[in-house]
Structure formats: structure tokens, C-alpha cells
């Protein structure tokens, strides 16, 4: 998993499973580029990694042109990306019947078109450098639960989009990577705007013994030091205690 010398950009990196995933890559030896809205966090994380080599970019996966002038910032300062982490979403749980509109919206925006968008802009640095694309998406990619509708259309979207990338770019030479995580120790489900959700979800992490961030760094690592000639598509992770 030595990953020396290799340039990758990763997205949502001011928290959670995107921060975490930065520090262990540096830590194997590779330049981060970290993507998020929260300016402040992404340049202390940088700051903490300089020896690694790092840029901050701020920015919002909503906006479209945004990634485009990431991807632009990245290629000016590194010359090369070596592979794309779309990490960045939301998981905003709600009945489909309360659920207001904008919520589905935010989450189709941020966790399927942004990272879409991004993947897009960094395209031609990818092939050029035949790299990869790891796409962050969820278990809820594969089984949808009440309160969750609009959250896992955006990852099942996200698994398909990436089955049929990966159809395209592997004849190519560049890998595409699904990561499915269940529950994970991170501040997605405080974000949840009814307190009663966000309170069950809360109470669900515990039960379940939610895995800590630096866990999925690890396998998002691991997939990405594997030979060239050996992807792993899809990997689906859970906590020993969650049984759906």
C-alpha cells in the first residue's frame, strides 16, 4: 500500500471519513488535494500535512462550475492527479411524506451530480495518468430503508453510474472503486433536520458499534495500492453489529 509519489484529490476531506482518508494517505506517502465548503478546516488539515505535501481548495460540490475551477487550482499546482476520492454527501433522513423538497434536492446536488461534475473535470488528468476513481457511496446503495428514500436515490445512482463508468474507463487503465460503508462514526446523520430522526439514527450508531473513520481510510488505501492489474469494484463494509 505504498502510495509514494501518487496525486490525489479528495472531496468533503473537512471531516469524517474525507479527513481521515487525507491523513492516511499522507501518511503513505501521497500529496492530498482537499476539497470542501469549509475553508477553515481544509487549510488547517493542510497545514497539518504540509511535510506530505497539500492544498486546500474550497468549494461547493452544488455549484457546477465549481469543480471545474477545482480542478484547475489542482492541476496548476500538482500537474497531474493520480486519483479522484468522491467522499463529499449528505444523508439528510426523513419520511418521504414530511421531507421538504430542497432536502432531496441538496442530496441529489452534493452526492450524485457533484460527484459526477467532479469526476468529469478531473477526467483528462485521470486518463493521462491512467488512475482512479474511488466512489464513497453507502449501504444504502444496496438496501433501502423507511425515512431513507431520498438518501439511498442518491446512492443507488451513485453504484450504477459507477458500474457503468468503470465499463468505459477500464479499457482505458483506469480503475473505478466502490466503497459502500454502513454506519461510521462521522457528523453525517447531525446534520438530519428532524430531531427525531436525527435522535434515532444517533441512538442506532451506538447500538450497532459505528466504525470509526480511519477504518474506511484504510480500505479505501488498501484498494488503491493494489497492483494496476487488480480492482477491487466494490467493497462493502459494515460495523461486526449491524445487521442490515
Not at 476520492?85 to 430542497?102: H, R, Y
Not at 472503486?177 to 428532524?194: C, F, K, M, Q, R
Request: glycine content about 10%; aromatic content about 4%; proline content about 3%.
Amino acid at each position: 500500500m505504498d502510495l509514494e509519489g501518487r496525486v490525489i484529490v479528495i472531496s468533503g476531506a473537512s471531516s469524517g471519513i474525507g479527513a481521515a482518508t487525507a491523513r492516511d494517505l499522507a501518511g503513505r506517502g501521497a500529496s492530498v488535494a482537499l476539497l470542501a465548503r469549509r475553508r477553515d478546516r481544509i487549510e488547517d488539515l493542510a497545514s497539518s500535512l504540509a511535510g506530505q505535501g497539500s492544498l486546500a481548495v474550497p468549494m461547493d460540490l452544488s455549484k457546477p462550475k465549481e469543480s471545474e475551477r477545482a480542478a484547475e487550482a489542482v492541476m496548476n499546482h500538482f500537474g497531474r492527479v493520480d486519483a479522484v476520492v468522491n467522499n463529499a454527501g449528505q444523508m439528510l433522513l426523513a419520511s418521504f411524506e414530511n421531507q421538504p423538497a430542497t432536502e432531496w434536492e441538496e442530496m441529489i446536488s452534493v452526492n450524485l451530480l457533484g460527484a459526477m461534475r467532479l469526476t468529469k473535470a478531473f477526467l483528462p488528468a485521470l486518463l493521462s495518468s491512467k488512475g482512479d476513481v474511488v466512489n464513497v457511496s453507502s449501504v444504502a446503495g444496496r438496501k433501502a430503508r423507511a425515512l431513507s428514500g431520498g438518501y439511498s436515490a442518491t446512492k443507488w445512482g451513485m453504484n450504477g453510474w459507477s458500474e457503468a463508468l468503470r465499463q468505459e474507463l477500464s479499457p482505458k487503465g483506469c480503475r473505478v472503486i466502490v466503497v459502500e460503508p454502513g454506519a461510521v462514526e462521522t457528523e453525517l446523520y447531525t446534520h438530519i433536520s428532524d430531531a427525531k430522526v436525527r435522535a434515532s439514527s444517533a441512538q442506532m450508531y451506538q447500538e450497532v458499534g459505528a466504525i470509526d473513520a480511519s477504518e474506511v481510510a484504510k480500505i479505501i488505501a488498501f484498494a488503491l495500492g493494489m497492483p494496476k492489474g487488480v480492482s477491487l469494484n466494490e467493497i462493502l463494509v459494515r460495523p461486526t453489529g449491524q445487521a442490515y
